[in-house]
């Protein structure tokens, strides 16, 4: 498991700089980065190219949607934490309204995220994970980035703009843990695979606007694995080079 770190040198709260929009296409700025570290790990250690993991919380939440558009190829699940939906903003003056407002229609982001990819899209499971109580990062965002992932898979599973009517909703259900609600929703296409889910919980936010997000793809020593709509759970031990 890899944590790419920002620097303060580059960005005094030292989050991702998801915002500009050199760090929101393939080949360029942070995205680069995060991918060029993934391509490292993946060609110094025996991993299964099917089963990179990507994670993202706060500004990591806001690049996570960026890295699945930009490098669909790469991973093959992307968890969006306390994060943004796809290039929510293009300013750091358009931050902090996306942040408490949400983004632009994600019907359109999830359009946009689709003509990222290029003749490299494919479907790249979903994950978003966001409390209903956050205070830094509207929860409107979780629901956004979860719509954004639904419609860029849906134009992903098979090239055509259907606006998401062959996405079902699959489950959704309530659960209560440790003192907390959880709804869970997930979607999958008709066609059988896998597009998002999301998980709100009640009572649960974000520390401050400080945090320090990271990036992860799984460690060639302990394994992560996803089910078919993105949940993970540990693995076995894998130490092959």
């Given amino acids: 498991m890899i944590y790419p770190d920002q620097t303060a040198l580059a960005n005094p709260a030292q989050c991702w700089e998801w915002f500009e929009p050199e760090n929101q296409r393939r080949g360029a700025g942070e995205p680069a980065a995060i991918a060029g570290m993934s391509r490292d790990v993946r060609s110094e250690f025996a991993i299964d190219d099917s089963a990179v993991y990507l994670a993202g ?23 969006v934490h306390s994060g943004l939906e796809y290039d929510a903003a293009n300013s750091a003056l ?83 843990s440790s003192g907390h609600h959880f709804l869970y929703r997930s979607s999958r296409t008709r066609a059988g695979t896998c597009s998002s889910r999301s998980t709100r919980s009640r009572g649960w936010v974000m520390p401050g606007p400080a945090v320090r997000p990271a990036a992860s793809t799984p460690s060639p020593t302990r394994r992560m694995r996803a089910d078919s709509c993105g949940s993970f759970s540990p693995a076995r031990a894998r130490t092959d080079r």
């Fill in 94 to 176: 358009g931050a902090p309204a996306a942040m408490s407002f949400g983004g632009p229609d994600p019907q359109e982001q999830g359009k946009e995220a689709y003509e990222e990819m290029g003749e490299r899209a494919g479907v790249v499971r979903t994950i978003v994970v966001h409390g209903e109580e956050d205070y830094t990062i509207d929860p409107i965002n979780g629901d956004q980035a979860a719509a954004q992932a639904i419609r860029t898979n849906d134009l992903a599973a098979d090239g055509t703009d259907e606006q998401g009517l062959d996405t079902t909703h699959e489950t959704v259900r309530r659960e209560r």
């Fill in 57 to 79: 919380f706060s500004a990591g939440g806001a690049m996570a949607p960026i890295m699945a558009a930009a490098y669909p190829d790469l991973y093959a699940v992307v968890g």
